[in-house]
């Protein structure tokens, strides 16, 4: 219900969509608004690479969509797990003309994704010994 | 037992908002597995209201009961609800108004650098001119 599996924000901005494309795609432009230090290797599969210097942390992004100057997309993992953790994010910008500007949508979906086994083997593999661990707990404590 | 991912960040949250619980997986995550009787030697509370918080933390699946010795249950942490509950978090953090704002900015201000490179248009040092038409 309330869990964020999709986050979606657009912007109206006063560039055409050739220079918004090149600031979401290119390492100058990445570096001047996104992280302090970018890398990007621009085509599917390509990797990328966005320091931010203030919170020493850096994002390791897989280019996934390249159709110039309307879609760019990538995937980047979650912050906060383990940098080897297979789940990731997929994040899309979308340009749009609109007059003498760009119409800019940036969807970021899978914060909500959980492989298979968490539920499965994590959860209800170790609920079923639980009742009985609980109790044997109360009666070690009602003991001592 | 929760069945889905909103039911299971409710509880890590739930169990996140207590500060003795958040002593207690605090402790069991700097120390490693611990019996209640052992938290309660690091913690200023009683055995019984550890093993009241650790019922709890297991009900909530954020702990996992390891049986030993002479019924000694030691307890242990479970980091996947606390991993869910990372990404519920991860969600609010991605701060895209922040880099969106910007983005914005950057283009504004390459804009004044380099005008000649731009096809022609209103310039934006002149955002007046623009009221008029509407």
Known sequence: MGFPDRIERTVQVAHPPQKVWAALTTAEGLSA???NEATIDLRPGGAARMRWNEEGFTAEMRVERVEEPTVFGFTWGIYGLPADDPRRTYVEFTLEPAGAGTRLTVVETGFAQLPEDLHRKAYDGNTEGWAKELGELVAYLDAG | MPDDIEAIAEQVFAALADPTR???????????PATATDLAVDLPITRQAIAKHLALLAQAGLLTA???ERRRVRYRLRSAPMQVAQQFLAALARDWDSALGALTDHLDRALKDHPAGLPAGPPNSTPRTGEHHS
């Open chain 1, 33 to 35: 608004w996104f992280g």
């Open chain 2, 22 to 32: 958040r002593a207690i997986l605090a402790a069991l995550a700097s120390r490693g």
């Open chain 2, 66 to 68: 390891v049986p030993g």
